[in-house]
T-cell receptor, first 113, second 117 residues
Framework: NAGVTQTPKFQVLKTGQSMTLQCAQD?????MSWYRQDPGMGLRLIHY???????DQGEVPNGYNVSRSTTEDFPLRLLSAAPSQTSVYFC????????????FGQGTRLTVV | QQQVKQSPQSLIVQKGGISIINCAYE??????FPWYQQFPGKGPALLIA?????SEKKEGRFTISFNKSAKQFSLHIMDSQPGDSATYFC????????????????FGKGTKLSVIP
């Protein structure tokens, strides 16, 4: 099973550029989320979705957009990259319902110069 | 506002020793408490989880202790091994659906564990 697949694994952007981080899951999970991980800051929620067509903001949404047109895919868009967005980004999915295990992708390491 | 506080930030333990990581939470609506383990270059993976209807849960060398009145929970790793060296995150989420966001996991800042031979 592929689980949660993120692409690319590494990316370097120039300030002001835009890009999309891809996330796909093959477990038919209802819930999907994007987190960023920074040293000493843990995992901070950017955006999440509880189903196709439904998204909402997390703790640190500024500078990011998401959409959920299918159950499988949950792309994260950086509108105008800034050095403060240099981070490791993780996508996660969970089965519908509560208290279920979150499955994480391998992460995308993004550097904005 | 940090809803889940985790300590210590880093921990060095000798092989065979006990590793203890502590977490405290503020939101009384939280009642699902998982621990995630992350190796370098990988995504976090669920290690063990507890609900507050029990005070302790054990899976192999890993034990969660839960103190509902103090709003604290901890991870104990017995007979720590070099292969346990990783970053550990505690997390919490509510169980009652109060809205679209109520299922969200809130993570602590992580503890980097190093087990030395």
């Amino acid at each position: 099973n592929a689980g949660v697949t993120q692409t690319p694994k590494f990316q370097v952007l120039k300030t002001g550029q835009s890009m999309t981080l891809q996330c796909a899951q093959d477990m038919n999970h209802e819930y999907m989320s994007w987190y960023r991980q920074d040293p000493g800051m843990g995992l901070r929620l950017i955006h999440y979705s509880v189903g196709a067509g439904i998204t909402d903001q997390g703790e640190v949404p500024n500078g990011y957009n998401v959409s959920r047109s299918t159950t499988e895919d949950f792309p994260l868009r950086l509108l105008s990259a800034a050095p403060s967005q240099t981070s490791v980004y993780f996508c996660a999915s969970r089965q519908g319902g509560l208290n279920t295990e979150a499955f994480f992708g391998q992460g995308t390491r993004l550097t904005v110069v | 506002q940090q809803q889940v506080k985790q300590s210590p930030q880093s921990l060095i333990v000798q092989k065979g020793g006990i590793s203890i990581i502590n977490c405290a939470y503020e939101n009384t609506a939280f009642d699902y408490f998982p621990w995630y383990q992350q190796f370098p270059g990988k995504g976090p993976a669920l290690l063990i989880a507890i609900r507050p209807d029990v005070s302790e849960k054990k899976e192999g060398r890993f034990t969660i202790s839960f103190n509902k009145s103090a709003k604290q929970f901890s991870l104990h790793i017995m007979d720590s091994q070099p292969g346990d060296s990783a970053t550990y995150f505690c997390a919490a989420s509510p169980s009652r659906r109060s809205g679209a966001g109520s299922y969200q996991l809130t993570f602590g800042k992580g503890t980097k564990l190093s087990v030395i031979p």
